[in-house]
């Protein structure tokens, strides 16, 4: 194995257990499928209700679902690939690895947005309806999309142009690093990481505080919505951990090397699972419109099986 690639030789040679592989694998499953049926729940719920087809808010908050859903289930795919296939082919792992990168890139980019949606209806209620409407929204969804794939694709035009052709048709364990090695890519990456984390946070703190100064003198949905862009900057933190990956893992290696597979495995979980597991919380349980609704489709769904 290459050792430019640190962290793969020493997954190789700390291998886990049979038991701790299939332990690990059902904890991660398990969170995955979990995560994945509240979203469902949640899209079910938006998708029979049609107060929510009109409401930024909502259509922002379900793309987010979605895009939870479809990181989830990618990172989970790719964690249990990782133990039952171990390598698998060059170019199947660079899809894998742009579609998580997409997802994952998106997450920060729609909360910043669902908290400058949340200062407008609170700060500028008069031009709320002006400003965010539901065209609006979806070009804003479209733009996040862009600006991740913008962010992620050049590393896969770098690599086809830096890589030879039977590097694509070997077979690597899947990760970052391995589908994609060029140093210019993780100059790249670092600086994208940095820009964003200004750019996000500065958001998240700007409509925080706007929000706050508004809900001293102001109703309850203003001191709500101060709440949420709370949530929204913790989710933020756990998701902008996403950012700072590579030199968690650095770290890790050089504190814990021996147990190195299993720092992996903690941080897969708190960067990657975690932050999915906010979301409903957030609009499933905090939001009194959504929790009615989602609370009458489970009454429904137990009569119908009672």
């Given at each position: 194995m290459n050792g430019s690639f640190p962290n793969v030789t020493v997954v190789i040679e700390y291998r886990d257990s049979f038991t701790k592989a299939v332990t690990k694998n059902a904890i991660v499953v398990v969170l995955g499928i979990s995560v994945s049926c509240i979203n469902a729940g949640l899209i079910h719920t938006f998708r029979k209700h049609q107060i929510f087809y009109m409401n930024p808010r909502y259509i922002l908050f379900l793309h987010l679902v979605i895009n939870d859903m479809i990181q989830v289930t990618l990172t989970v795919t790719l964690f249990v690939i990782s133990y039952v296939l171990y390598k698998i082919n060059v170019s199947v792992c660079c899809a894998f690895i742009l579609l998580a990168l997409f997802t994952t890139e998106n997450t920060p980019l729609n909360l910043a947005c669902m908290a400058m949606e949340c200062y407008i209806a609170i700060c500028l209620p008069l031009h709320h309806m002006r400003i965010c409407t539901v065209k609006r929204t979806l070009t804003l969804i479209g733009l996040i999309w862009m600006t991740s794939v913008l962010s992620v694709l050049p590393d896969l035009f770098v690599a086809l142009a830096t890589e030879p052709l039977e590097f694509f048709n070997s077979r690597v364990f899947c990760l970052r690093e391995t589908a994609f090695r060029s140093p210019h890519i993780i100059k790249k990456r670092d600086i994208t990481y940095i820009v964003y984390l200004v750019i996000v946070w500065f958001v998240i703190i700007y409509t925080y505080f706007k929000i706050l100064f508004t809900a001293k003198t102001a109703s309850k949905d203003a001191k709500k919505a101060r709440n949420t862009i709370v949530l929204h900057g913790f989710q933020v933190l756990l998701c902008m951990a996403t950012y700072a990956e590579h030199l968690l893992k650095q770290g890790l290696l050089h504190w814990f090397p021996k147990n190195y597979a299993d720092s992996l495995f903690a941080c897969y979980i708190i960067i990657q699972v975690?932050?999915?597991?906010?979301?409903?919380?957030?609009?499933?349980?905090?939001?009194?419109?959504?929790r009615k609704y989602l609370t009458k489709n489970l009454s429904r769904s137990v009569s119908v099986h009672h």
């Open positions: 975690l932050p999915r597991s906010i979301s409903p919380l957030i609009y499933g349980i905090r939001d009194k419109c959504f």
